[in-house]
């Protein structure tokens, strides 16, 4: 079935400048920002120095077709990632969702796919996958995405690759806002707003958005909103502190399929993530310090079949939190080096349960595990690039990750590069990627197998 659909879009913006002059760094920021990559080396790097493959879709690209969600810009633009769509808008969760990304055939849904904010993890801390209305427009500066084995920097579920979201920053001083409006068929309605500002040494973004639709069949209605904010303070010229949140909150029905039609599958879903860091920032050397909360809310009506089912008595409901600490430092030790240590902690809390909808009990079932469940993990890691010659770069790391149920991995990758010339490169990477078993596959459901 082919789906048509058109959509009208209003698009105002302003910019109100405070200061006459922009600094050389911010200059440079925005003529190499197509160059200039943090992916793959957490510092940043011309990504033609890099052995690993990365694909940069800028802000003007995201916004180009005034779309409210990164993901189908970006399976338009990097090769190899493939997302899996259901209707005009929205993709929902549980039985009937989509948003599934695929790269280079190695699927998210399994926890093989990494989605970060700003390099850290988000995804679902009971089931493991990515959810995909939560990764928004408005809050968004560039995405990197890096194919294949990104597991030595960012350990478990980044064995497929990983799609970073790098957010909003005001590099220059001045004031810039924007609102945009959009309505087309299917009752599908769109909105975001903007505000960016800088004054010496502070800056700020603030972001809002709405959108719904009823999409092109019956019983599958969407609605979104959401906001971020960003708040970022030079303590010096070589150091920063910076604090952001976004949370989201969708409402999704499943129609069912062609001809299996259902009724009440409905779900309601806030997701939100919390982060606070401090940068460093020198001739030689940076790093940064950072803390990041991740967490979830999930309510989920099953449904039932239009013909002959009968309705849910009970909803089904979970809780998860992947919170953590990330650090780094990268130095220059001599010429032609970069060397980066790092180590991360992650703390991942989860809940799945039932509730009675009719008094909003906790109904105690014996196919899932109510109760909370912590798991802990942890990794250190060491990566080293060096320029041998003016034409080859030499790359080579290890990490060390330890979860609280499987134990210990060790994690090694290495590569090279060789630039015969400015325009071409020929590059090889070898690493190991791996992921931890999710909260679901370890405690929610009980072993098929009877012993």
Not at 98 to 125: N, T
Not at 417 to 443: D, L
């Amino acid at each position: 079935m082919q789906l048509k659909h058109f959509i009208i879009l209003l698009s105002l913006s302003a910019s109100s400048l405070v200061a006459e002059t922009v600094s050389v760094d911010s200059i440079a920021y925005h003529r190499d920002i197509s160059d200039v990559v943090v992916t793959g080396t957490r510092t940043a790097t011309d990504m033609r120095l890099l052995p690993m493959t990365i694909s940069v879709v800028g802000e003007s690209k995201l916004n180009e077709n005034h779309r409210i969600n990164l993901l189908p810009t970006l399976m338009e633009q990097v090769p190899g990632l493939m997302v899996t769509s259901r209707g005009v808008m929205g993709y929902g969760v549980s039985t009937g969702g989509s948003g599934g990304m695929m790269l280079r055939g190695i699927s998210s849904g399994a926890g093989q796919l990494m989605v970060l904010i700003d390099g850290h993890p988000q995804y679902q801390g009971i089931y493991g996958h990515s959810i995909s209305d939560s990764y928004q427009t408005m809050m968004t500066e560039r995405v990197e995405v890096l194919r294949g084995p990104a597991s030595l920097l960012y350990g478990s579920n980044a064995m497929g690759g990983v799609v970073n979201i790098v957010t909003r920053g005001m590099h220059e001083d001045g004031v810039r806002s924007g609102i945009r409006l959009g309505a087309g068929s299917y009752g599908t309605l769109q909105a975001d707003a903007y505000n960016q500002a800088r004054s010496g040494r502070f800056s700020s973004t603030v972001a809002a958005q709405y959108s719904r639709s009823d999409n092109h069949r019956p019983n599958m209605g969407f609605e979104q909103y959401g906001g971020y904010v960003k708040l970022n303070y030079d303590l010096s010229p070589h150091w920063n502190v910076y604090t952001d949140a976004d949370v989201t909150h969708f409402n999704s029905s499943y129609p069912g399929a062609v001809g299996a039609e259902m009724l009440e599958a409905d779900q309601w879903i806030t997701r939100g993530v919390a982060n606070i860091g401090v940068e460093n920032h020198f001739a030689r050397t940076e790093g940064r310090l950072s803390a990041y909360d991740n967490f979830g809310r999930h309510k989920i009506n099953d449904g039932y079949r239009a013909a002959g089912g009968s309705p849910q008595d009970r909803y089904f409901r979970s809780k998860d939190a992947l919170a953590g600490v990330s650090w780094y430092q990268s130095a220059i030790l001599w010429q032609g080096s970069r060397l980066t240590v790092g180590a991360d902690y992650q703390h991942i809390y989860g809940r799945a349960y039932y509730t009675s909808r009719k008094t909003g009990e906790v109904i105690e079932t014996q196919n899932k595990q109510s109760g909370h469940v912590h798991n802990n993990e942890y990794g250190v890691y060491v990566d080293l690039r060096q320029d041998i010659v003016s034409w080859l770069t030499l790359d080579a790391g290890i990490r060390y990750d330890n979860h609280t149920i499987t134990g210990g991995e060790w994690v090694p990758q290495g590569g090279f590069v060789i630039s015969p010339n400015a325009s071409s490169e020929i590059k090889m990477m070898v690493g190991k990627g791996f992921r931890n078993p999710t909260m679901r596959e370890m405690y929610l459901y009980p072993s098929a197998v009877q012993y």
